[in-house]
């Protein structure tokens, strides 16, 4: 995710119907925004550029949805990841991915509050899962976690950067302090 900016928008003139409209664009959490302000022939480009600077306001304050940060991984897990993606799996992924991910993610990370949760005890984690199970479960859980950690992101609950792990690939049963990671390079 990329570092905010402050954003100054532009305006520009679109004709539509045989009549010339100030068009206004600007970004919203990475995502293009536009809008159409109103006709050129009944406003200037001050009065548009106003306009423009007053739905930027709150994007410049930097504005947040009014929601709480101190989410515990489990009440993340169960409010926000598994709405969102369930709605993404097959019904027969969604009963494995969610077993998987109660029994192995949330049983040890269930009480952790998502902004205190460190990339070391992520490692830990994986790498104690390494030693109980096999290389293609270890991946299975590390695809959700990221995924987890990556939503966590969008919805702010974490900052950008609060967990990226590297590593290195290493054959199956082979283990190292950076055996497995979040990023599986």
């Not at 406003?43 to 709150?58: F, H, N, R, V």
């Not at 991984?73 to 993606?85: D, G, R, S």
């Not at 192995?104 to 990339?119: A, F, P, W, Y």
């Not at 900052?159 to 190292?176: D, W």
Request: hydrophobic share 35%.
């Amino acid at each position: 995710m990329r570092r905010k900016r402050f954003q100054r928008g532009s305006l520009t003139t679109r004709k539509r119907s045989g009549k010339n409209y100030w068009f206004a664009q600007w970004r919203e959490e990475g995502r293009p925004k536009t809008k159409e302000i109103g006709l050129c022939s009944k406003m200037t480009k001050i009065t548009a550029e106003g306009i423009l600077q007053d739905i930027l306001k709150p994007v410049n304050e930097g504005v947040e949805r009014s929601v709480s940060k101190d989410l515990t991984f489990e009440a993340f897990v169960e409010l926000t990841y598994l709405p969102v993606y369930k709605g993404k799996w097959k019904s027969s992924t969604a009963m494995t991915e969610e077993n998987r991910i109660q029994v192995h993610l949330v049983g040890t990370l269930g009480e952790e509050r998502m902004h205190s949760i460190t990339r070391e005890q992520v490692q830990e984690l994986l790498e104690r899962k390494a030693k109980t199970c096999g290389r293609s479960m270890v991946d299975h859980m590390r695809f959700p976690l990221r995924s987890i950690f990556e939503l966590a992101m969008s919805e702010r609950r974490i900052q950008p950067g609060h967990l990226i792990v590297y590593a290195e690939k290493m054959s199956a049963g082979a283990t190292a302090p950076s055996s497995h990671s979040i990023s599986g390079e």
